[in-house]
Structure formats: C-alpha cells, structure tokens
C-alpha cells in the first residue's frame, strides 16, 4: 500500500491507496477513533458495485453503517439532494461523533463533503474516490460544495476528509471516456509540476490506458504527492494552489459555451491546457518542442484538443472567461508553463493573444461532433 500525507496542521490526513482497499476500509476507520455511527453516501451506479463491500467492512470491524444512495450525474450535486440527505441522517440518528464515508467520483465527494461539512455544525468524513478524476484530484484539498441554478460548485466550503482511501481495483469497472477524462488532470500534473511525470506517461500511456495496477498505482500516489504539497502551501487558494488551475479557465469556458454535458470536464480541460500552452509559448516562451509534446500526449491517450465553434460562439466564450472565479476586477489571470514542469501563476495575457491561441484550437474538430451528450443542467458560470 502507498501512502500520501496532507500536511495541514491539526487538520492533516493520509491518502492511502491500493488495490482492494475497501476490503480494508472499515480497520482503517476504526484508526480514526470515530463514533460507531456512520453513513455512506453513493450514487447508484457505484452503489450496485461496491457499497456492499465497504456496508460489510465496516459493519465487521464494529460499526453501524447506513446507506444512501443518490442520482448518478451532475444534477445530484443540489441544494434539493443535500435536503434529502440531512433528512436521511436524521433518520438514521447521526451523531456528532458520527462520520460519512463519501462512496463515488467527484460528484459523490462534492456532494458527502458539503453534508460531512455542515450537518450538526460537521462531523468527520472519509472519502473513498471510485473515478480516476476523485482519485487524483476532487478527493483531495477538501472544496467540497454543490451548485446552483446560477452556476457550478457556488454553495460549499473548504472542509478537509480524515482520510482518503484510494480503491485503485475500482478503477477497473470504470467507463473509458471516464477514464481517460481523469488523465487530463493526470497530464496536468506533469505539465504544472512534474516534467518526470510527463515523461513516464510519454513512455508508459499504453500501460496506463491498459490500467496496469504497478502503473496506475506509481501515477496515483505522484499525483496526490503533488496535490498535498500544493494544497499543503495554501488551502484555500490564496497564492500557488492557482497552479492546479492550468487550462481551467479556458476549460470551463469551453464547458459553460458548449453546454454542460457535451464535453467532460477532463475533455473541457485537455482542450483549455493545449490552448494555455499556445498562450505560454506567445508570452512566457515555452519551448515549441514542449508544446508540441503537451499537444501529442493528449492526442495519444485519446482526449480531444481542439473544439468545434460555431458563429458567434467566440464572443461567448470569452464571457464565460471572465465569469471564471480567478478573474479579479474583470482581469483574466492565467497560469503559464515556462517549460514542462514549470508554471507560472497570475498572468494577465492580452485579449489579442488569447484570440490567436484560440485560433488554432477551434476549428472543426470531428470530437466535438461525435461526442455523446450527457444530461446535465445548463449552468451559466462555473466555479471550481
Ligand atoms: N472538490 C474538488 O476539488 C473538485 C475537483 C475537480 C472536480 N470536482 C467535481 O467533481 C465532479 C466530477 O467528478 P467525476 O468526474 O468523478 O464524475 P462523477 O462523480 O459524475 O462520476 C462519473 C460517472 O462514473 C460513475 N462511476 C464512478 N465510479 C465508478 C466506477 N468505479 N465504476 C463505474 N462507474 C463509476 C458515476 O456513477 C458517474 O456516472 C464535478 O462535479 C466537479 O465539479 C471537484
Ligand atoms: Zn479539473
């Protein structure tokens, strides 16, 4: 088993991670010294594979499990499923030694952390991502939050988990497009942070795409090595945590203009990196030859770098920029790469540039036309 410490004061916590952890999960809670009540909060589609196993680990090390069960998808990171939720631990009598075992992928942990957060004034939660995307990124930090009609991730806190379990066996019932959705972030690693990183996934993307367990397991734990050591030097994002905003902005425009549901965010994101990276190369000076790599490296593992606009979408787009939460006083800030491995945050890039890095990247693009649609509720900001 690897594992990753967060260090952050009386608030720090390890990720652990390996194949069959959830078999473990329940010793590992009894470590915590939490109260005997505690409740799981899945989604169905993750509920049907595991939450038997992890009802079971933890009733056999001394527990008292509950289970709920949302909507799979977006639509259940609401202010409505967070009621149903409060009801439902009211039900089953939850405590304030009580603790939430957030069962799921992003959507899931957004969704159990904001309950863990708030309910009785916040109890202890545990994360156990089952999405490559949670594993790497969206189970730790601790933002946790939901949306609103006016926008993504608007209502939440910073609320950081006891502990993260990393299942990595769960990775393997996982949908492709998901998968390589989470390599984008993966990707961004490398590119913010890690210039070895990238290489090995330069080397090695076929045995990851394969989800080879030595492999996805080394790429993992660098991953949540490099998110503690952010999160680490600045929790709630007042300075260098930016980094971990690489491509974002421009993601989550791309996101916001093609409608919620049409590209995954890892797919939004790929997109935003290559388009940042072009931006860098005009005002930073990354290499051509990094460029070049960052843009093949996308291409290999099969995600999308250019999107297909229609008229008038570009106008759009930049207004979706500047909904973004890094804009300050109505300035775009964007985080740059000097070279692979290395960023910059808290450039303000002309509009001009940024138009002619848009330039290469939004021309047609078969992707954008073939990728399939999943039903989510149009937003018109997001905040991440
Ligand atoms: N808190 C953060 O720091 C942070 C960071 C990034 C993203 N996010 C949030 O994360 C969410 C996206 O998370 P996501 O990409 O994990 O999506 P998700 O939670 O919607 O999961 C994707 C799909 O895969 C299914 N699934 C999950 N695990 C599975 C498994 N092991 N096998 C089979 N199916 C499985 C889910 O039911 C869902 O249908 C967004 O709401 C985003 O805002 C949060
Ligand atoms: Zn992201």
Not at 251 to 280: M, N, P, T
Not at 290 to 307: A, S, Y
Not at 318 to 344: H, P, Q, T, Y
């Amino acid at each position: 088993m690897r594992a990753v410490h967060v260090s952050l004061g009386n608030r720090s916590y390890d990720i652990k991670i390996a194949p069959g952890l959830i078999d473990r999960l329940g010793r590992e809670c009894a470590r915590l010294k939490l109260g005997p009540r505690c409740a799981i909060i899945t989604d169905t589609n993750v509920g049907k594979r595991y939450a038997k196993a992890v009802f079971n680990s933890l009733a056999t090390a001394g527990f008292s499990p509950s289970l709920i069960i949302v909507q799979p998808g977006e639509p259940a990171k609401s202010l409505k499923t967070v009621q149903s939720c409060y009801d439902q631990l009211a039900v089953h009598r939850l405590e304030r030694k009580s603790f939430i075992v957030a069962l799921g992928g992003g959507v899931v942990g957004d969704l159990a952390g904001f309950l863990a957060a708030t309910y009785l004034r916040g109890i202890a939660f545990v994360q156990v991502p089952t999405t490559l995307l949670a594993q790497v990124d969206s189970s730790v930090g601790g933002k946790v939050g939901v949306n609103l009609n006016a926008g993504k991730n608007l209502v939440g806190a910073f609320y950081q988990p006891r502990l993260v379990a990393c299942d990595l066996g769960t990775l393997k019932t996982l949908p492709d497009r998901e998968f390589r959705a989470g390599l984008a972030e993966v990707i961004k690693y490398g590119i913010i942070y890690d210039a070895k990183l990238f290489r090995q996934i330069e080397g090695d993307f076929p045995k990851l795409l394969k989800r080879e367990p030595k492999m996805l397991a080394a790429v993992v734990a660098r991953c949540c090595e490099i998110k503690a050591e952010v999160v680490g030097k600045d929790e709630t994002e007042g300075g260098p945590r930016a980094i971990l905003n690489f491509g974002h902005t421009i993601g989550h425009a791309i996101e916001a203009v093609s409608g919620y549901g049409r590209f995954l965010h890892g797919e939004a994101i790929a997109i935003g990196q290559v388009v940042v990276a072009r931006i860098s190369s005009s005002v930073v000076g990354l290499p051509e030859r990094d460029l070049e790599r960052i843009i093949r490296l996308f291409r290999r593992v099969g995600l999308p770098t250019t999107v297909r606009l229609r008229a008038g979408q570009r106008p759009k787009l930049f207004a979706a920029m500047r909904l973004d939460k890094k804009v300050k006083g109505g300035e775009i800030n964007f985080v740059l790469a000097k070279k692979i491995g290395r960023v910059e945050y808290g450039h303000k890039v002309p509009a001009a540039v940024i138009e002619e890095a848009l330039n290469h990247s939004t021309f047609a693009s078969n992707y954008s036309a073939t990728a399939p649609k999943r039903s989510e509720g149009g937003q018109p900001s997001t905040l991440n």
